[in-house]
């Protein structure tokens, strides 16, 4: 069992930045498959980046490559999103989510997960 609890949610202006951080239990954190999701109000869950254990490959949805960086600390246990030039449209809950299961070489679906954070804010202004 992992229990996953995400921060560093917030209001920021159009343009600015913000980092993401869940800090995960458990001491095998670094086996576990990570990955960000968000979800706008009315709108399903969407992925947004994963980082793979085995060689640390990292995925990003269309819409956030180039703004959006995913990184991973194991000796923390704890894995960031770096969100960077922050869009109106990136304004949603993001949520945290682990697996140690492997289905494939990127984690971008909800049914790879088994677990899942509380979600953190985040509001970008215009």
């Known amino acids: 069992q992992v229990q996953l609890v995400e921060s560093g949610g917030g209001l920021v202006q159009a343009g600015g930045s913000l980092r993401l951080s869940c800090a995960a239990s458990?001491?095998?954190?670094?086996?576990?498959?990570m990955g960000w999701f968000q979800q706008a109000p009315g709108k399903e869950r969407e992925f947004v980046a994963s980082?793979?254990?085995?060689?640390?490959?990292?995925y990003y949805a269309d819409s956030v490559k180039g703004r959006f960086t995913i990184s991973r600390d194991n000796a923390k246990n704890t894995v960031y999103l770096q969100m960077n030039s922050l869009k109106p449209e990136d304004t949603a809950v993001y949520y945290c989510?682990?697996?140690?299961?492997?289905?494939?070489?990127?984690?971008?679906?909800?049914?790879?997960?088994?677990?899942w954070g509380q979600g953190t804010q985040v509001t970008v202004s215009s």
């Open positions: 989510a682990a697996t140690n299961r492997n289905s494939g070489s990127y984690y971008y679906t909800l049914s790879q997960y088994d677990y």
């Open positions: 458990g001491r095998t954190f670094s086996s576990y498959h």
């Open positions: 980082i793979n254990w085995i060689d640390g490959s990292t």
